[in-house]
């Protein structure tokens, strides 16, 4: 374990470090601006048209390790006269600094396409880290979250614990979450931090051999932005063992904003990746926050955001449906040329399959 702490450590410098912190404090950012917002994609990308119901705020509790874990859970509209379907179950991980209120663009349409998106809380790595320190210092309050190794190995225990409770609560009769999920169908998103959440999930090592923070029960994946420790020194072997579907996203101007991983970087996990279907996006002119969003008011990159997000949008959900609802029209559209027909201009994307 002591060994696993110090391959984490360099990695943890990650996510949006500078993106959660309130505008006084925020820096400008250097780096170049599209000359233009991105094309719209060429289809719809809107969620299905239904009244979404508010999500639940639930506050649980890990008693084997004497912690909290908040969630946010977005349902899907339940039928008014039948009782609903259980559904696939999506567990987000969020960015340094973040929370279980952020990235609701992803709650909301996931759950209006047939999923249960249960946004994870990661205490010690989440808003309260900038938030109750003086302004002046919340540089470094995150910076200390981001090297502590506890908080890098306490998120994927977060995950494992909420798949266990998520378990309990569709078996009690008395939690909103009753006969609601289909739990033999999970999947894994986060961005950042996150990204590297779910990634020790789907079986990265960080030493070689068998990952402990891995997840059996998650069946697919989808990183955004996740940090690569070590850059190009990164070893196949920290991959081997992941054998579920990976969708990674990233962008071209997606350097991390604490200058840990640069952009370029981003799609060694992909290249790595030798034993699952595993597929690349990068978004042209994509930086770290067209994921997460943006606490300082930019309205030029706010309307290449809005564009990206509805992109991100669409192909997660065909992603999902392909893999968590074995649904074959958004296996062939996701696959087979839809994804990149609508990117258009907007990025390239890659896919490949394990070799026989």
Request: hydrophobic fraction near 40%.
């Amino acid at each position: 374990m002591r060994r696993l702490h110090r391959a984490l450590l360099s990695a943890l410098l990650i996510p949006s470090g500078l993106s959660i912190l309130p505008p006084s404090t925020a820096q400008a950012d250097p780096r170049p601006r599209p000359a233009t917002a991105p094309a719209a994609p060429a289809t719809s990308t809107a969620a299905p048209a239904a009244s979404a119901s508010a999500p639940l705020k639930l506050d649980w509790v890990d008693a084997s390790r004497q912690r909290s874990v908040p969630v946010l859970v977005y349902l899907p509209p339940a039928p008014p006269a039948s009782k609903p379907e259980p559904v696939p179950v999506i567990i987000f991980s969020h960015g340094l600094g973040g929370s279980r209120e952020g990235y609701s663009y992803l709650g909301r349409h996931w759950s209006q396409a047939g999923y249960a998106s249960v946004h994870v809380q990661h205490l010690g790595s989440d808003d309260a880290v900038w938030r109750e320190a003086r302004p002046a210092e919340r540089m470094q309050a995150v910076k200390r979250a981001a090297a502590t190794p506890a908080n890098a190995l306490a998120r994927p225990a977060d995950v494992t614990f909420v798949i266990d409770e998520l378990t309990r609560q569709n078996q009690d009769p008395k939690s909103p979450l009753h006969s609601r999920l289909d739990l033999s169908h999970i999947g894994a998103a986060g961005h950042s931090f996150g990204g590297f959440t779910v990634m020790a999930i789907a079986g990265q090592s960080f030493r070689g051999g068998v990952s402990p923070l891995a997840d059996s029960r998650v069946k697919a994946v989808i990183q955004m932005s996740a940090p690569v420790i070590g850059g190009q020194r990164v070893p196949q072997e920290n991959f081997d063992n992941i054998r579920i579907p990976v969708f990674h996203m990233t962008g071209t101007l997606d350097d991390s904003p604490v200058g840990e991983t640069a952009a370029a970087d981003r799609r060694i996990p992909y290249d790595r990746m030798q034993h699952s279907s595993t597929s690349l996006v990068i978004f042209k002119d994509g930086d770290h926050m067209i994921f997460s969003g943006r606490m300082q008011r930019d309205p030029e990159r706010e309307a290449a955001d809005e564009v990206f997000q509805k992109l991100i949008s669409k192909s997660t959900t065909a992603f999902w449906d392909a893999h968590l609802k074995n649904k074959a029209e958004s296996r062939k559209w996701f696959y087979e040329g839809g994804f990149t027909t609508a990117l258009g201009s907007s990025g390239t994307f890659e896919h490949k399959a394990p070799a026989e």
